[in-house]
């Protein structure tokens, strides 16, 4: 043993002495006159749609505001990080856009898993991270290049579980998805819906990418309980989940169903259909919403795409995205600094075309409107139409400063 | 070695095993490959990973004959392994790597009187089944595991207490190119040795094998063991290097790209193997940089092909070119 260290140890020194003195020191990486843009979004696999919305979001940005800020070009380099539980592929693509492509800041990590396999590596490249969904409530507090413009469970959950109890719900019981998000909305709701007095009256956890529900809902049903709160991670998931409340009678059953957003993403109502049918869900963005920023996107996104292509909080939040980005290099006067764009995002409030958002100052994370909406048919074609807004609500997940 | 006696000793041992021309331009290429892809090396890191992971799996299909389609639980188990002890901080890479190479072994020797039972097809279902029950172990074990979410929360010592993991991937790619050159090394002097010969001869006709003498059990039981082992400590160093552990490194789609790259690259040729896991693992990320969205099409149509271009897998190849030359 002591040999095969004694050996390791020389081969060791030998191969770390090449090493510096083959290796130049990494030039300065702001200077070359453009500002990179790395990508790690879900491209391929189950939740390539997802991809596809931050994609466009991107491209209907651009398609507005310009592929140059503030006299840089921008150059925008993708690569595709196959969905959730691949943390290490994300990390190692994340190492890869900074390394090799230069990159001067990451925008994407669709899963939570991802975005934190990659902190500490951003920690020590001192760049910064837009994050575009991932939607735990402790990501941010992992790395202080990360910055967050999508939403979190517990902004969403605990935004549900108030008005639940304000509404005349009595009873609940939570369906949540088994992984981080999962546990943050199950925590959330809990908290909100028992403060305003309501009773949790049973909780199940289902696997990430359960198809099947159909006993689990059999269980809701006999308990009868005021209402059902559920989350899973949206897509086909949550397709299959929403279909399978409808084929359960949950409805009918006279129990109310409670969701997050992305359970009934827009794009996917139409497959969803009549399961929609007086479903509560919260959420921060739907495409009825009437504001100019919202006008404009949904605008440019039909010339781009089409009628049929409809955007989801997915799109917007990419959009969201690059519009903070794209200020945040313009207040710098293209300074692509770290420490100068974290500034820059820093308490950053603008009107996106989900309402008006604000980057908090000291948890760089979210702070805006959640709409409580109900499943309406108008015109023939389901949609969440908002019954009431919760304003300018920032997460309440955070652990609070010592 | 000259080649007239290279072949002499590969024709004593079934024309498998001698492969030094090719030996050589892999460790030389692997060497050369840090000094001319600087910014590559953390790709580079988790081909030599994919690399010892594959010699693991060679060890048991191109020697043993035993088919596996649940070799990722030991890998998986190494990763976990490691990234547990270093959460509760012993975090030195080398004893983890240590520890996740004796219980991926331990664990390979308690499930060897399922597995050397049995036929192909048996085995087959029988490691599959236990794959997916490690699977589902550490899917439940949240607290130890992370569940779905995975591992994240951890740092690595420098190696020896000297060479701190830097963020380019510069110490990752020695490190791990060290256990590499190790896991190798071990590897060619098992199959060279009598107990190689044994296993061939097992792979070769199994019952005749107890006839000469020839313990055919315990024979499998160690290259079972060994190659549990050997599969934790690739494990291991993708955990380390990538400071993260998850759920898909024990799934099923790793034990199955695995039995396609031993099989793409000739079973039972070691070099062979470790051209193919290069190949494989380049291919995908090429792929995948040129096509984020439709990359799996082009892997599954190159794969498709190379069966039929290379029948006796890239070992085959190398094996050709070495004969033709040396005739």
């Not at chain 1, 003195?21 to 990179?36: F, H, I, N, Q, R």
């Not at chain 2, 207490?161 to 790619?173: M, P, S, T, V």
Request: hydrophobic share 50%; with cysteine.
């Amino acid at each position: 043993m002591a040999f095969i260290a004694c050996a390791l140890r020389a081969a060791f020194l030998a191969a770390a002495a090449t090493a510096s003195l083959a290796t130049l020191p990494a030039p300065a990486v702001a200077a070359d006159g453009k500002l990179t843009i790395g990508l790690v979004l879900p491209l391929s696999g189950a939740f390539a749609n997802e991809g596809r919305q931050y994609e466009n979001g991107i491209k209907v940005f651009q398609k507005i505001h310009g592929k140059t800020v503030a006299g840089l070009p921008v150059e925008i380099v993708t690569r595709d990080d196959q969905g959730p539980s691949s943390g290490d592929l994300a990390r190692r693509l994340t190492q890869e856009l900074i390394v090799r492509d230069k990159a001067d800041v990451i925008i994407g990590y669709s899963f939570t898993p991802n975005a934190m396999a990659a902190a500490t590596l951003l920690n020590e490249a001192k760049k910064p991270a837009i994050i575009v969904n991932a939607a735990t409530s402790i990501i941010t507090e992992k790395s202080p290049y990360f910055v967050r413009v999508s939403w979190t469970l517990a902004q969403a959950a605990a935004t549900l579980g108030d008005w639940a109890a304000k509404n005349g719900i009595k009873t609940a019981y939570t369906m949540v998805s088994d992984y981080a998000p999962g546990l943050d909305a199950e925590k959330w709701f809990k908290q909100a819906f028992t403060a305003g007095g309501g009773k949790i009256v049973g909780t199940v956890r289902t696997p990430v990418t359960a198809m099947e529900y159909a006993p689990y809902l059999q269980r809701v049903v006999e308990v009868k309980p005021d209402a059902l709160f559920a989350f899973n991670p949206g897509g086909d998931v949550s397709v299959a989940f929403m279909k399978a409340t409808h084929e359960r009678g949950v409805a009918a059953a006279g129990i109310k169903l409670l969701v997050t957003g992305d359970v009934v993403e827009e794009n996917a109502l139409v497959l969803i259909g009549d399961a929609l049918d007086g479903v509560i869900s919260v959420h921060h963005y739907q495409i009825g919403l009437q504001n100019p920023a919202n006008e404009q996107f949904l605008k440019v996104h039909k010339e781009l795409f089409g009628a049929d292509d409809i955007p989801n909080a997915r799109a917007v939040q990419a959009f969201d995205a690059m519009d903070v980005l794209y200020r945040a290099v313009a207040k710098t006067a293209a300074n692509l600094d770290a420490d100068a764009l974290l500034n820059a995002l820093k308490g950053m409030k603008l009107d996106s075309p989900r309402g008006p958002i604000e980057i908090d100052a000291t948890t760089r994370d979210i702070v805006q409107n959640m709409y409580i909406r109900r499943g309406l048919k108008i015109d023939g074609r389901w949609q969440n139409v908002a019954v009431e807004t919760y304003r300018a609500v920032a997460d309440p997940g955070k652990t609070p400063p010592k | 070695m000259t080649g007239a006696s290279a072949a002499a000793r590969s024709r004593l041992f079934g024309g498998r095993v001698g492969i030094e021309g090719a030996t050589l331009v892999l460790f030389a290429g692997a060497i050369a490959s840090y000094f001319l892809f600087p910014n590559h090396l953390a790709l580079l890191t988790q081909f030599l990973v994919l690399m010892m992971f594959a010699l693991s799996y060679d060890l048991l299909q191109g020697h043993g004959g035993i088919v596996s389609l649940g070799h990722a639980a030991f890998f998986g188990l190494g990763a976990y392994a490691a990234a547990i002890l270093a959460r509760t901080g012993y975090n030195d890479p080398l004893l983890g790597l240590a520890f996740a190479a004796v219980l991926s072994a331990v664990v390979a020797l308690v499930l060897t009187p399922i597995i050397v039972r049995g036929n192909d097809f048996t085995r087959l279902l029988v490691t599959l089944g236990v794959a997916s029950l490690v699977y589902e172990a550490a899917n439940r074990m949240r607290g130890l595991t992370g569940g779905a979410d995975g591992l994240p929360d951890f740092e690595i010592a420098p190696v020896l207490g000297l060479y701190k993991f830097d963020f380019e991937g510069r110490i990752a790619f020695i490190y791990a190119f060290m256990v590499f050159a190790m896991v190798y090394v071990f590897l060619w002097r098992v199959v060279t040795s009598p107990f190689g010969l044994a296993l061939r001869g097992i792979r070769e006709n199994t019952r005749r094998m107890p006839a000469i003498g020839s313990p055919v059990r315990r024979h499998l039981a160690v290259a079972y063991t060994l190659s549990g082992g050997i599969a934790g400590m690739a494990g291991a160093v993708l955990a380390q290097t990538s400071r993260f552990a998850s759920l898909d490194m024990l799934g099923f789609e790793r034990s199955a790209e695995i039995m396609m790259v031993a099989t793409l690259g000739g079973s039972g040729h070691m070099a062979g193997v470790s051209f193919a896991a290069l190949a494989f693992g380049w291919l995908k990320d090429v792929l995948s940089t040129a096509s984020p969205k439709y990359w799996q099409l082009g892997l599954g149509i190159v794969l498709m092909l190379s069966v039929f271009v290379a029948r006796g897998g890239i070992g085959g190849l190398l094996d050709h070119l070495r004969f033709r030359r040396s005739a």
